[in-house]
């Protein structure tokens, strides 16, 4: 507000820039891409990552549901209920590609029923495998994917239309990503009672020695070298909702930092972070994956008829 009580043209639009912010027109053919990753994800992660659920069906005394699954009606673990869970998932996610043949209304209808059957069973399927004393953070983006994508109808891998609602999606998983690192750095600090304790401590001294491949053993001669690894990795905690107001190589860049860092922490440590990082493709342009690949292709063909006619002319 200035001196003579006006208010500023930037204070008065604030909330049209937020709502730009989080409604921004996002490419229906990202969604797309982003849907089908996440679903094929989704299906060997059950068998893979999260398939300690069946083996929970057969100690159901040991349960301790999260508050989630305290509020609401979850089945509780038995050995019926995981498998059934299981290949409900398999089929709702493998239902979404056939629903593209379907006309437009029918398959925007059916779209949501088969994609907030995904997100909600796989929520139950995600409250059983955390409800026994274990509780990961690397699926949050993906669980909220998951719940959100069904309020955007399936679109063509190469549609050039755009909408809101395809935008807040986006928005939301990549709020939700950052958040991953960002509520990971508040939990050091709420832990460990300050600001400083748990980048000064011995975390990584600690994860070698419990869990570190063998050829880092003589990272664990140098602690002070552990602790400046600390202390990056707790600042780049602490930074990582710049994320989401970088644009073009910068966003880039800050992708594949993390995605490296993650990799680092899997050949270090054996730990991956996956459903984190499919995640981390809500920021990527994925749209533009057809028309790359058709121009190429255009141009490998043109490129032929250049070499059919230089031929042509030699003889």
């Not at 190469?158 to 909408?163: A, F, T």
């Not at 680092?264 to 533009?288: D, N, Q």
Request: hydrophobic content about 55%.
């Amino acid at each position: 507000m200035t001196r003579d009580g006006h208010v500023r043209s930037g204070a008065k639009d604030l909330p049209g820039t937020v709502a730009r912010w989080w409604l921004w027109p996002a490419p229906l053919a990202r969604i797309a891409w982003l849907r089908a990753v996440l679903y094929a994800f989704t299906i060997w992660g059950l068998f893979v990552l999260t398939h300690d659920v069946i083996g929970h069906g057969h100690s159901p005394d040991l349960y301790q549901p999260t508050l989630i699954g305290r509020v609401l009606p979850f089945p509780d673990p038995t050995p019926a209920n995981g498998p059934i869970m299981q290949w409900v998932l398999v089929a709702t996610c493998l239902a979404t590609p056939v629903l593209m043949a379907l006309p437009q209304r029918a398959a925007q209808w059916a779209g949501r029923v088969t994609g907030w059957t995904v997100g909600l069973v796989f929520l139950a399927w995600m409250e059983n495998s955390q409800g026994f004393a274990y509780v990961s953070h690397d699926h949050m983006a993906l669980v909220l994917a998951l719940l959100i994508l069904p309020t955007v109808p399936p679109a063509g891998f190469g549609s050039q239309e755009r909408s809101e609602a395809a935008g807040w999606v986006l928005r939301c998983v990549q709020v939700a990503v950052v958040m991953t690192y960002f509520g990971s750095a508040l939990c050091k600090i709420v832990a460990t009672g300050g600001l400083f304790a748990w980048p000064n401590g011995t975390v990584f001294t600690w994860a070698l020695m419990r869990r570190g491949a063998s050829m880092l053993n003589w990272a664990l001669e140098y602690p002070a070298l552990l602790r400046v690894g600390q202390w990056i990795l707790f600042l780049v905690e602490l930074a990582s909702p710049v994320v989401l107001w970088l644009r073009g190589r910068w966003l880039y860049a800050a992708v594949l930092l993390f995605c490296c860092f993650h990799l680092m922490t899997w050949l270090a440590l054996g730990i991956h972070f996956l459903p984190t990082v499919v995640c981390w493709l809500a920021f990527l342009p994925l749209e533009r994956i057809l028309p790359a690949a058709r121009a190429r292709r255009a141009g490998n063909a043109g490129a032929a008829q250049d070499a059919q006619a230089s031929v042509a002319e030699v003889r």
